[in-house]
């Protein structure tokens, strides 16, 4: 098994704890701020280890992507214009960045925050818009650019 191999399966194995938590962590501040209750322990720990494993899968996706560069670029030599090739190279890997900075923006933010409201605001805000672009560029096995990959 090529190293790539392996760390793309760590990589699609992680996507699942990534958007776990980011969503628990995201709707617990949600329903934090909306109930107006105090931030929980566990809470806060899902925030921070939301973030953690966003790093942690940012940096195996880093390390994918420039793996793959050569292959990705010798596929899709033939047709630069496809679909599949501008999700790879240009809206999977920026709508993750874009993610991940939105998840990191919203813990730093809460940091900042004066208020428990506040904090639990901007955890609630910036993990659950991050979640939903999470979602979206995934390639799930049911979309065209995700065929014929599988759930791990």
């Given at each position: 098994?090529?190293?790539?191999?392996?760390?793309?399966f760590f990589h699609s194995l992680l996507r699942y704890g990534v958007l776990?938590?980011?969503?628990?962590?995201?709707?617990?501040?949600?329903?934090?701020?909306?109930t107006k209750g105090p931030i929980?322990?566990?809470?806060?720990?899902?925030?921070?280890?939301?973030?953690?494993l966003c790093h942690a899968q940012l940096v195996i996706g880093l390390a994918l992507y420039m793996m793959r560069w050569n292959k990705l670029h010798k596929n899709f030599a033939a047709e630069p214009n496809s679909p599949i090739f501008r999700?790879?190279?240009f809206e999977h890997i920026g709508t993750m960045i874009?993610?991940?900075?939105?998840?990191?923006?919203?813990?730093?933010?809460?940091?900042?925050a004066r208020t428990e409201q506040?904090?639990?605001l901007r955890v609630a805000v910036f993990y659950?818009?991050?979640l939903v672009l999470m979602l979206w560029a995934t390639?799930?096995?049911?979309?065209a650019v995700g065929l014929g990959r599988g759930w791990l």
């Open positions: 098994m090529q190293s790539f191999d392996l760390l793309g776990l938590t980011v969503g628990v962590a995201g709707v617990a501040a949600l329903r934090g701020y909306l929980i322990v566990w809470e806060r720990t899902a925030a921070i280890v939301a973030m953690v999700f790879w190279k874009v993610a991940i900075l939105l998840v990191t923006l919203g813990r730093m933010l809460s940091k900042r506040g904090k639990q659950l818009i991050a390639p799930w096995p049911f979309t």
